[in-house]
């Protein structure tokens, strides 16, 4: 059951919509940044093994 918030109803809700939609795009943008992170690496690697 939902809490009554009176008159701030949708200043409230809409503060909690706008924190998960940052929420969820900043941990999107963690597991992109984090495989770009390990393709890198596994590139890098790569080479290193080829020339070494």
Do not use: C, H
Not at 19 to 31: D, F, G, Q, T
């Amino acid at each position: 059951m939902m809490p009554d918030l009176g008159k701030y109803a949708v200043e409230v809700l809409s503060a909690y919509a706008a924190s998960l939609v940052l929420l969820a795009a900043l941990v999107m943008l963690s597991l992109r940044r984090g495989r770009a992170a390990r393709a890198a690496l596994k590139e890098i690697e790569a080479k290193v093994k080829k020339d070494g």
